[in-house]
């Protein structure tokens, strides 16, 4: 069988710099879980997004790393739809936004894709702020530790916010070369008040059992700076670094119990697959 996939970008400030992810059009639902995960494994990408799509604007995704399926992603969502928008299966406006649906097993959610002059510039989640308690650890001249979690405390994390860029740099590499022998998750965060630009890097611990998805990870590094007393109008832009060197710049906009991130995308490459 033969299936068409786009490799996408999800953009940072360079070409090539960005979040490369390959997406697998199958619409006819041909593929078993076990051929996805083959997949995922050659391209040996951050994700590969494999989608069905209708005429209805409603997307069935399934995402996958080299290892294992994944849920509730930000960078699979917008490319899928991205992708379909390149292949004419979504049908594109000529100026305004458009609302799709996308569904993977565990999760649905609406995202918005904004058109100029017939063509996708860029695609949009909103992320309800989560209810949160913050309990700080370590408080010093360069960094502040907390413990975020949800107010039912089902879901929680350290953040650990270093003021220097340089000690965030320094750290976030400390981090990588430890990775096997973290015990829990942590966000690392950074804000640059002259560019209103925040950094942010996940570490994973090799045994986490608790992991937060894409939204809770941006509503508490939100809502921890928020309470660090930063204002909602001095925050711009969101930067995801991976441990790659890959990174996607977000675009926020904060409401007052809501926001907005905003992704641009571009096909980096696009083919036949034969399986």
């Known amino acids: 069988m033969q299936y068409n996939f786009y490799n996408i970008e ?14 697998v059009i199958d619409n006819k ?3 078993s879980d076990d051929e996805m995960q083959d997949i995922a494994k050659v391209f040996n990408a951050y994700r590969t997004v494999f989608i069905r799509a209708s005429l209805s604007d409603n997307l069935e995704m399934r995402v996958f790393s080299s290892k294992k399926e994944m849920f509730d992603c930000f ?25 799709i649906t996308v569904n993977d097993p565990e999760n649905k959610s609406k995202v918005s894709i904004s058109y100029e002059d017939m063509k996708a510039v860029g695609v949009c989640h909103k992320i ?8 700080d650890i370590e408080n010093t001249q360069t960094s502040h530790e907390v413990l975020i979690s949800t107010a039912d405390k089902k879901l929680a ?25 973290l015990e829990e998750d942590k966000l690392l965060v950074h804000y640059d008040p002259e560019f209103k630009n925040v950094f942010f890097y996940v570490a994973r611990a090799k045994k986490s059992t608790n992991k937060l998805d894409s939204r809770h990870q941006l509503g508490f590094i939100v809502k921890y700076l928020l309470a660090k007393g930063i204002k909602r109008e001095d925050i711009d832009n969101i930067c995801h670094l991976l441990n790659s ?7 926020a906009t904060i409401e007052e119990d809501k926001f907005y991130v905003r992704m641009n995308a571009r096909t980096f490459a696009e083919g036949i697959l034969n399986i």
């Open 10 to 23: 999800i953009l940072g400030e360079e070409k090539l710099k960005g979040v490369g992810i390959p997406v």
């Open 29 to 31: 639902n041909n593929l």
């Open 75 to 99: 960078y699979a969502e917008v490319a899928a739809v991205y992708s379909l928008t390149q292949s004419s299966i979504i049908r594109e406006i000529e100026m305004g936004n458009k609302e």
């Open 128 to 135: 309800d702020f989560p209810q949160v308690i913050i309990e």
């Open 157 to 181: 994390t350290k953040i650990l916010y270093v003021a220097d860029p340089l000690e965030f740099s320094k750290l976030r590499k400390n981090i990588d070369c430890s990775r096997n022998s």
């Open 245 to 251: 060197g890959q990174y996607s710049i977000m675009e």
